[in-house]
């Protein structure tokens, strides 16, 4: 597809959800207070292993100061705010399964605030803060989770399903088994990139098929709303284009990434067939480090969500490992892949190491799931870009978000991609897990040294406030005075 303009008008679907997102521990603070259990987050961030010795105790206090939040979403004008529930403030002690009713209450009483304002919650059931007792018994490699994780499920759709119609079952999948188990830069920190990342996947998916047919069984009749699932996903680029073998590198590459949950939930109910190929190449013979779905599960899996979550950010080149390739090979999920990943130094970058400012990429990106998946239902769920300074002036991430959001309008306008809302990345600078508070994706400044956590609009606030009454981006050159606008 054609590279990026920004000379591209148009408006979105009457109906489009434009909204800002946030998570749990990113954003509320109150780490133990009203019988909240300590999770995998509060464990890692204690030990000190989060940026310079940042924790999320207090992040952005919103456990308090919630109404102030939906104050901010509502002046910049969102039809829907996507946010989290943790997981130990509801079921501090999963292995009992007994619920906190003070927990419980802390979310209704945010979604009553926002119905008062007339904002849609889209509810994230679980980004990442898994309570501390199930990671010690073994995490998500302990198969026993999939029935815990289904209770919790049942009570928070049992819960707010009166008035939640959009639930996200997980928050990237990828990055909780990879960073998590793989890598080790998240909690809990556990560095075995050969099995680890494959069984925590596995059990994730399989959670989140139960927790789809059980809303499937209990719920959908009466609630009538919807169950997806939130990946994340690199555009994957041949590093040339017109070679052949980079293609197929970077296919591989999309593969690994986003077709590792979406192949299984929006295709066929498994993994991807060269997924499988190169992860039983790679393994002892006779044997794959992938683990295998029963005909069972299989059937579980497939179709088991209403709409796709996309988080996307950035893109990435793909081209070929040759076995000569001077590049050091652990063993794991990267060397299963056979590929080299770069960027074009010629790409903006960010406050953060990974993330490039690629516009173009979030395009065929949206194609390629519209083309592999058969154009399902996508929310964008996530969208941004970081600095390390908070400046209110971010003129880089109106920049960034104008570019992007443009490529959407195109996938949507001209490809017919059926994208149907999109919440950013993020309603307020917040805690960014283990770089801290020093990578800032907000659109609202916090002084985090300040006691009263004042929440201060930057420029990309105002640009999202304009976007959104005038639902899309109006050519400047025609008369618009006519055309009514979404709000
Ligand atoms: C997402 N990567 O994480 C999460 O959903 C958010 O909680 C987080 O604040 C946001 O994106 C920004 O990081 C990611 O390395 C973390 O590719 C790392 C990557 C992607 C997403």
Redesign the pocket.
């Known amino acids: 597809l054609p590279v990026e303009g920004t000379d591209y008008y148009g408006r979105f679907p009457s109906n489009f959800m434009w909204g800002l997102a946030t998570?749990a521990h990113?954003i509320e603070g109150a780490w133990n207070a009203s019988g909240k259990s300590e999770h995998i987050w509060d464990r890692f961030c204690h030990a000190g292993k989060c940026w310079k010795g940042d924790t999320g105790d207090v992040a952005c206090d919103s456990f308090h100061k919630y109404m102030v939040d939906v104050q901010l979403l509502k002046k910049i004008g969102v039809t829907h705010y996507r946010f989290s529930l943790a997981w130990t403030r509801i079921i501090p002690n999963p292995l009992t399964g007994e619920v906190n009713q003070e927990g419980l209450n802390y979310y209704r009483q945010l979604i009553d605030e926002l119905q008062r304002n007339n904002i849609i919650p889209l509810v994230t059931i679980f980004?990442?803060d898994l309570p501390q007792s199930l990671e010690d018994i073994g995490s998500w490699a302990n198969e026993s989770l999939i029935g815990y994780y289904n209770h919790y499920a049942d009570v928070v759709f049992k819960a707010y399903g009166d008035k939640v119609k959009h639930w996200i079952t997980f928050?990237?999948p990828?990055?909780i088994c990879w960073?998590g188990y793989g890598t080790g830069e998240?909690a809990p920190g556990i560095k075995e990139p050969a099995t680890r990342p494959y069984k925590c996947a596995h059990t994730i998916i399989k959670s989140h098929a139960e927790a789809y047919h059980t809303y499937n069984d209990k719920y959908r009749n009466t609630q009538k709303g919807q169950v997806g699932i939130?990946m994340?996903s690199?555009f994957m680029a041949p590093k040339d284009p017109h070679n052949k073998s980079h293609i197929e590198a970077a296919t591989r590459a999309q593969q690994f990434n986003l077709g590792w949950f979406a192949h299984p939930i929006f295709k066929s109910g498994d993994y991807p067939d060269v997924m499988k190929n190169y992860v039983a190449k790679n393994s002892p013979q006779g044997t794959s480090r992938l683990p295998n779905f029963t005909a069972q599960e299989i059937a579980r899996n497939n179709g088991s969500a209403d709409f796709l979550g996309l988080?996307h950010?950035?893109t990435s080149l793909v081209e070929p490992l040759r076995r000569n390739d001077n590049v050091h090979v652990t063993g794991g999920y990267i060397d299963d892949q056979e590929n080299i990943l770069s960027h074009d130094p010629a790409w903006p970058g960010s406050g953060?190491t990974?993330?490039f400012v690629v516009p173009w990429g979030f395009r065929n990106l949206l194609n390629w799931i519209r083309t592999e998946y058969g154009n399902p239902q996508v929310i964008v769920t996530?969208n941004?870009v970081?600095d390390n300074n908070g400046t209110v002036q971010d003129k880089h991430r109106v920049d960034y978000y104008r570019a992007y959001i443009t490529e959407m309008l195109k996938a949507i306008n001209e490809d017919k991609c059926n994208v149907t809302g999109y919440t950013a990345?993020?309603l307020m600078d917040?805690f960014?897990?283990s770089?801290g508070y020093h990578?800032k994706?907000g659109i609202h400044y916090i002084n985090f040294s300040d006691p009263e956590l004042k929440r201060v609009p930057k420029d990309s606030a105002i640009f999202f406030q304009k976007l959104i009454t005038e639902n899309g981006f109006p050519d400047p050159t025609q008369n618009n005075a006519a055309v009514c606008s979404q709000k």
């Open positions: 998570s990113q980004h990442w928050n990237e990828w990055v960073m998240y939130t994340n690199d988080n950010y950035t953060s990974w993330l996530e941004g970081t990345w993020s917040n960014e897990w770089n990578e994706f």
